[in-house]
């Protein structure tokens, strides 16, 4: 198609004399827009003034600037940039301006059922460094995803959320592809009548939508209030301190006494409330800066002490002690034995906590389980900083049968989206058979320098979550409260490592390592099959390759979502016979309205529906 000079499809060079392709594919790409309904023009050619983006004389120098989707967001680039003035025709929506000229910099509109795209300068090879809102804006204008995730899943902090509405936040969540939600369990650690009250209804409220809930610990945290009943178990630092390290208050978890107190607290919490699983996660020592900072590491309680002693004939406090042989300063064997003995300890706990959890699990009848732990691959300091073994803990987590998340820590939070290729290569020989390995990103204010904004937002947050989904084959966030409002419509799309094919006569082809939502409308088969799973135009497909085409119908939905993994469905006599495997116990909404749920035993098993 053409219209006023502009070709559909194709990525124009840009008045600076460099092609458009590489950012721009990325943006795409990440985001899971079509590239052939779409024109980019950038800044000045003779096909960007023919769609009426034209210089009026003069230039401006850009260095920070505002957008439309969140105009109170701080946007600055890396370098400043100068570039010619435009004007923009009348039909075109401005997205981006300069902050202190308020000069247009990305606009664009429609053309029949195509989109015009404009931006003054060139987006940057990345697609992200300049222009954050750049998918948001295509969307605007009428282009949409075609796939979406139904498989995300994002860690929730009620503390955040007191006032919101747990009915609202499942839809959300949902639309956004979430299938479970990890729960800040320490805040439901006592009983109290109120808050176990709200905890109830949101999880009635996610498992209506098909989302299963997860507690989520974080040992040796437990809870303020343990915390303060005993504070003869509190962890010590190095400098003899209690240790209150950020936001969490940690426990002694060595100690035979307080381990069995805190193992009576959780079989109390996960009686309490209807979980699906559990998230063991971040069981290890303080702190990032190691053991130079000795106001933050830890473990120093007695009990550590003493055993270590007995190991090595050296009590771990003559460390930062100038006058003894065996300061860190003078001597690094002592300490080097100590971290040592230290990453063995953390091992011993997460094993004895897994094996905790999995009985409690059993007599609940069986909770997923899941460990969130730090990479110690790509950061190798994070073993001696913090005590974390991943290559100790994986044959555990197949052991016991967990799902293993990996958390990037801060220190590589500045590097780019491509870094969980790297990291999922790099845990690719040390991953036993079996185990679900994931990604869980962080989506924080970060503390290096990093442009255009200090929190992942628009592109970079589309990028990163797509190559997770291409990387892993679980992709985990943390936490859906610090998911900007602009991203919320794209999240699942980028999430979706899916590619689609067109075929003849109205069909696809759908590629996915996991299930996805596609765009549908009217009676779909699915491999030949009649496929009766969808819900307001999108139709759950699962994961392989996997033909969708149209069918002659009607064909009434017979359920309307499902999170488990659909590995045969098959209409008998009337009936119809689903097999499916699930982790965690699947659930299914039935189709008919009211929201009606079943809940299937986890495994591989065949139910049949009406």
Same mark, same amino acid.
């Given at each position: 198609m053409r219209a006023h000079g502009i070709s559909f499809g194709l990525i124009l060079l840009s008045w600076f004399g460099t092609p458009a392709l590489g950012g721009w594919s990325r943006v795409l790409e990440a985001a899971g827009l079509d590239p052939s309904r779409v024109a980019i023009l /950038?800044?000045?050619? $003779? +096909? =960007?003034? +023919? #769609?009426?983006? @034209?210089? /009026?004389?003069?230039?401006?120098?850009?260095?920070?600037?505002? &957008?439309?989707?969140? *105009?109170?967001?701080?946007?600055?680039?890396?370098? *400043?940039?100068?570039a010619p003035r435009f004007r923009v025709p009348e039909r075109a929506t401005v997205f981006t301006r300069e902050k202190w000229t308020g000069a247009p910099l990305a606009a664009g509109f429609r053309e029949g059922g195509k989109v015009v795209f404009w931006t003054a300068t060139p987006i940057g090879e990345k697609g992200y460094e300049r222009y954050p809102y750049l998918a948001q804006a295509l969307v605007e204008l009428g282009l949409a995803p075609r796939a979406s995730t139904r498989g995300l899943w994002a860690f929730f902090d009620s503390s955040y959320r007191l006032r919101a509405d747990p009915e609202y936040l499942a839809d959300r969540w949902r639309a956004a592809g979430i299938s479970a939600l990890h729960v800040a369990a320490w805040h439901y650690w006592e009983p109290d009548g109120q808050r176990d009250e709200y905890l109830r209804k949101l999880v009635a409220a996610c498992h209506r939508r098909a989302i299963h809930v997860y507690a989520? !610990?974080?040992? %040796?945290? @437990?809870?303020? =209030?343990?915390?303060e009943a005993h504070p003869q178990w509190r962890e010590k630092t190095a400098t003899g301190q209690d240790a209150h390290l950020d936001w969490r208050k940690l426990m002694n978890l060595a100690d035979p006494d307080c381990s069995a107190a805190v193992e009576a607290g959780l079989r109390g919490l996960l009686g309490r409330f209807d979980w699906d699983g559990v998230n063991l996660a971040e069981l290890y020592f303080e702190s990032l800066e190691g053991y130079l900072n000795p106001a933050r590491f830890t473990p120093f309680n007695e009990r550590v002490r003493q055993e270590f002693r007995a190991l090595a004939g050296v009590d771990p406090a003559d460390f930062y002690n100038p006058a003894s042989? $065996?300061?860190?300063?003078?001597? $690094?064997? %002592?300490?080097?034995?100590?971290?040592?003995y230290r990453a063995r300890l953390a091992h011993r706990l997460q094993v004895e906590w897994l094996d905790k959890v999995r009985r409690i699990s059993e007599e609940k009848g069986g909770l997923d389980v899941v460990l969130t732990h730090v990479d110690d691959r790509f950061d190798t300091a994070m073993r001696d900083n913090l005590g974390a073994d991943a290559a100790a803990l994986l044959p555990e987590a197949a052991?016991?049968? +967990?799902a293993f998340l @990996?958390? &990037?820590? +801060?220190? !590589?939070?500045?590097?780019?989206? /491509?870094?969980? =290729?790297?990291? #999922?290569?790099?845990? #690719? %020989? !040390?991953?036993?058979?079996?185990?679900?390995?994931?990604? &869980?990103?962080n989506i924080v204010e970060r503390y290096q320098d990093v442009y255009p904004t200090k929190q992942q937002t628009g592109g970079e947050l589309f990028q990163l979550l797509h190559w997770a989904a291409k990387s892993f084959p679980q992709v985990a966030v943390y936490f859906e409260n610090s998911i900007l409002g602009p991203d919320w419509g794209l999240v699942g799309a980028a999430a979706a490592a899916a590619r689609l094919r067109p075929l003849e006569e109205g069909g696809i082809e759908v590629e996915s390592s996991s299930p996805v939502a596609v765009t549908w409308q009217g009676c779909a088969e699915v491999?030949?099959?009649?496929? *009766? @799973?969808?819900?307001?135009?999108?139709?759950?497909?699962?994961?392989?390759?996997?033909?969708?085409?149209?069918?002659?119908?009607p064909l009434p939905p017979v359920l309307e979502d499902f999170n488990g993994d659909i590995v045969k469905l098959e209409q008998i006599d009337g009936m119809w016979r689903l097999e499916y495997e699930s982790? =965690?116990?699947a659930i299914a909404v039935l189709a008919g309205g009211g929201r009606q749920v079943r809940f299937f035993p986890p495994g591989r098993h065949q139910v049949w529906l009406r």
């Open positions: /950038e800044s000045d050619s $003779a +096909a =960007a003034r +023919a #769609a009426g983006f @034209v210089p /009026e004389g003069g230039s401006i120098e850009v260095r920070s600037v505002t &957008d439309t989707f969140l *105009p109170s967001l701080q946007i600055v680039w890396e370098k *400043p940039v100068t989520w !610990i974080e040992f %040796p945290h @437990v809870s303020e =209030a343990f915390w042989r $065996a300061y860190h300063v003078r001597d $690094a064997g %002592p300490m080097r034995r100590f971290l040592e052991r016991f049968g +967990a @990996v958390e &990037d820590p +801060a220190t !590589i939070w500045n590097l780019g989206p /491509e870094r969980y =290729a790297e990291l #999922a290569r790099r845990y #690719a %020989p !040390i991953t036993p058979p079996g185990v679900r390995l994931g990604a &869980d990103i491999d030949g099959q009649p496929w *009766p @799973v969808w819900s307001h135009g999108k139709l759950l497909v699962p994961a392989g390759r996997r033909r969708v085409t149209p069918c002659s119908g982790r =965690a116990r």
